[in-house]
């Protein structure tokens, strides 16, 4: 008996794991399987090769009882079943379940990517001194997570007990081998006190290299109670030196400046001293400034940055002035009297904004009498004529490195009114325009010592055609070989600072680190964070 078309067997599809096969077939005719029947109604039902949606929106429109079945079967179909033993799925899968185990695991204390991670973080908080808080609040960790979710913050107290400490010791210990290989070295030093009235002591070495590369070291800012005497000074000195394996005899100088108990110190020590050259100016200025007609218009010009200093509506109105008469935004500098250079700076900015000045203060009954006047303005630009070279010569003779000393300014943190301003680089006459090209002539032989000597002086003095630009180091760095005997001098004796502005600098430092916020801060902790963002 014969199957009429209604009731001819129809068969699934090779292969296929889909439950949507219960209600759909082919016939054993259909060898190639490309025309899809419905078991229910027969109809045929248009779908591309392996794609079931036809298949299903079949149900839900034409059977809905059996699409309800088909949905609860997809439901409790396990995943194994849906994806088939296929290896490349089975593959995938065991890749993604891993992916997703790593990204949700925390990496171990000890793994080389927490402690590289955890490392970098603490050199950030010493270099740019950021207080150890930081590390607990919600937007420093949201931007960890986001770099690394798999890296989790520690606490701030891992970071102030065992990783800078730890850091501490790897950089003394790197500074300690740079100083065992330099046989001279030259020192700066000053006193200091903190906001919360606590007494420090600075100690900067300063060497040239195996390189010729002038280096500067801050080796300590520590705790000093005792009393500032020259002979409790002195033994600080000297403990500290000795504390870094350094020898007094391979000292060759000290730079400090006048304060009364520093030199007895310096004497007591049986030290050759240099005084700072920026504080005997900024004496010298001081002197000179004197004159009745000179402190009358200083004291007006001080007046009328005040004026500007403690009101947002004169800042409006003189930002509105600059406006429209066309001058630079610039901002009023005020004078710090421990600054040398500070006071020409404010001079300066008064005279470059004197025509918005009076047209402000002008509209002021109370401070109309602030407005310079002619007498007033022609004295203050006398002053900064006078001082303005002085300040530039400064600023070249306070630089740590000969090549950098156009950038590195004596520590004259001027504070303007909310706004730091950056002044120009200026170009500085290097140590270099001395020098003149070396002779060729070779020296006799079986000479003796005195003779050799002559001769390599002689020779060196008739040094031609150096560029006066030129780094003095870097000259030396080729011609070393020519002058064996006047490089070593040139290594002994141009590592000497002529000013104490680098222990200056290590206070600026700690100002930045004793903060209003972080006044609690132990002095060893202070020392070792003065030290790290001085070195690092």
């Not at 794991?17 to 259909?30: L, R, Y």
């Not at 079945?69 to 409790?76: D, G, M, N, P, V």
Request: aromatic letters at 8%; glycine letters at 4%; hydrophobic letters at 35%.
């Amino acid at each position: 008996m014969e199957l009429t078309r209604d009731e001819e067997v129809l068969v699934k599809k090779t292969g296929a794991t889909s439950v949507i096969w219960n209600w759909f077939g082919f016939k054993q005719s259909d060898t190639e399987q490309k025309n899809i029947i419905c078991k229910l109604c027969r109809a045929t039902v248009i779908s591309k090769s392996g794609n079931t949606s036809n298949l299903f929106h079949h149900l839900k429109t034409k059977h809905i009882l059996e699409y309800q079945e088909s949905q609860k079967l997809r439901t409790a179909q396990t995943p194994s079943q849906s994806s088939g033993n296929k290896k490349g799925d089975l593959t995938r899968q065991q890749t993604n379940i891993f992916q997703a185990f790593s990204k949700g695991t925390p990496y171990a204390k000890t793994s080389q990517r927490w402690i590289d991670i955890t490392n970098a973080i603490t050199v950030y908080l010493c270099k740019d001194m950021v207080p150890f808080l930081t590390v607990e609040k919600s937007g420093f960790k949201n931007m960890v997570k986001t770099l690394d979710p798999r890296y989790e913050v520690p606490d701030r107290k891992r970071f102030s007990r065992t990783e800078m400490p730890k850091l501490f010791d790897q950089v003394r210990e790197q500074v300690k081998k740079e100083l065992r290989r330099i046989k001279h070295y030259a020192t700066t030093t000053d006193l200091w006190s903190s906001r919360t009235m606590e007494p420090y002591i600075s100690l900067t070495v300063h060497f040239i290299n195996e390189e010729w590369k002038l280096c500067s070291r801050c080796l300590q800012t520590s705790y000093f109670p005792e009393d500032h005497t020259g002979e409790q000074i002195s033994q600080g000195l000297k403990e500290a030196l000795e504390s870094w394996g350094l020898k007094e005899e391979f000292q060759v100088c000290i730079t400090t400046d006048n304060g009364a108990n520093i030199v007895k110190a310096v004497e007591l020590s049986g030290w050759t001293r240099l005084q700072c050259f920026g504080h005997r100016l900024h004496l010298a200025i001081e002197r000179s400034m004197r004159d009745v007609c000179v402190e009358r218009a200083i004291g007006k010009c001080k007046k009328i940055v005040s004026a500007f200093s403690y009101t947002w509506k004169r800042k409006r109105e003189m930002a509105n002035a600059q406006s429209e008469l066309n001058l630079p935004p610039h901002r009023l500098i005020t004078e710090t009297p421990t600054r040398w250079g500070s006071r020409q700076q404010m001079i300066q900015r008064v005279l470059e904004q004197e025509k918005a000045i009076s047209q402000v203060l002008k509209a002021d009954r109370k401070t109309r009498h602030l407005v310079p006047t002619w007498q007033d303005t022609d004295v203050l630009e006398s002053v900064n004529k006078t001082l303005n070279p002085l300040i530039e010569f400064t600023d070249a003779l306070s630089g740590e490195e000969y090549t950098q000393a156009v950038s590195e300014s004596p520590p004259s943190h001027t504070s303007t009114a909310g706004e730091t301003q950056k002044e120009p680089k200026r170009s500085k006459r290097s140590l270099g325009s001395f020098f003149k090209k070396a002779s060729s002539q070779p020296g006799p032989a079986a000479l003796t010592d005195r003779e050799v000597i002559e001769i390599e002086l002689k020779s060196y003095l008739q040094v031609l055609d150096v560029d006066g630009e030129a780094d003095p180091l870097d000259w030396w760095r080729l011609h070393q070989a020519n002058f064996p005997r006047v490089a070593s001098l040139a290594r002994k004796y141009l590592c000497i600072p002529g000013t104490s502005a680098p222990s200056e600098r290590a206070f600026s430092t700690s100002d930045n680190i004793v903060t209003c916020q972080r006044s609690a801060l132990k002095p060893e902790t202070v020392d070792k964070l003065v030290f790290l963002a001085n070195n690092l």
